[in-house]
């Protein structure tokens, strides 16, 4: 989940249908809940998505083929679910969901920097922790399995501290796409292929091009204030389609 090639990338990015499905729902149907439930609604979306997407792509392991078909097949249908739900909502709160879900840093509060430290650290301090098992899974499972990693177990704990991540990251600025994509690209070019290093320097980076987007976002079109997610699917675009044709001859 946390390899760097073109599929973990990807899988990456494919629970944020799900965690705006998810937030959708307790911002549309149940208003009436507090805004501290957010990030909690988002952990479940991302832990479920993931979890649903190994356990269907599972067959003897899994595969970076089967694990990006599957994914894309539950991220469409968690697009629909949002979708559907959106179409009968009250229009008010639909159409605060569907700004929310643009991705935005405009509603910036204390409040979701301490989401973001109460979710998002545990994640980020358990993938740091795990940097060796991480390289040992970068070398493939069947070399992790022969010199005693428990493949699947280290993978399933990788997937709950991803979730965590995910789930405050959106709770905190809506689901903004490609960050996730093009961060680790930049940060193992700065730093190879070493876990205990890629992973603190990949959140800078991630950090740097979110503030540039963000920055490009409010200036290019002032007055009018385009949300940051925007700006980020443009420039990701672009630099997905330049990993996959980069790397045609490994798909």
Not at 203 to 210: D, K, S, T, W
Not at 218 to 229: E, T
Request: net charge positive; aromatic share 6%.
């Amino acid at each position: 989940m946390v390899r760097l090639s073109v599929g973990a990338d990807y899988r990456r990015i494919l629970p944020v249908a799900a965690l705006a499905g998810a937030a959708m729902i307790v911002i549309v149907e149940v208003a009436s809940l507090p805004e501290s439930v957010l990030p909690v609604v988002s952990f479940a979306g991302a832990l479920v998505t993931a979890l649903a997407i190994q356990m269907f792509a599972w067959r003897a392991g899994t595969s970076s083929l089967r694990l990006i078909l599957v994914g894309v097949g539950v991220g469409t249908l968690a697009g629909a679910g949002a979708s559907f739900i959106a179409a009968f909502g009250p229009a008010a709160e639909v159409q605060r969901a569907i700004t929310w879900s643009a991705g935005s840093l405009q509603d910036a509060r204390w409040v979701k920097l301490e989401w973001l430290v109460l979710w998002g650290l545990p994640g980020a301090l358990a993938l740091w922790l795990a940097a060796r098992e991480l390289d040992l899974i970068a070398l493939g499972d069947r070399v992790a399995g022969g010199v005693g990693q428990r493949v699947h177990l280290v993978r399933g704990l990788v997937i709950v501290a991803v979730a965590l991540l995910a789930g405050a990251a959106v709770a905190a600025s809506g689901p903004i796409a490609f960050v996730g994509l093009a961060a680790p690209h930049v940060a193992r070019a700065l730093t190879g292929r070493n876990h205990a290093r890629l992973i603190p320097v990949a959140a800078v980076c991630g950090a740097i091009l979110l503030v540039v987007a963000d920055l490009a976002a409010r200036r290019l079109l002032a007055p009018v204030q385009v949300p940051v997610g925007l700006a980020t699917a443009l420039i990701g675009a672009p630099f997905f389609g330049y990993l996959l044709w980069s790397r045609r001859n490994e798909l």
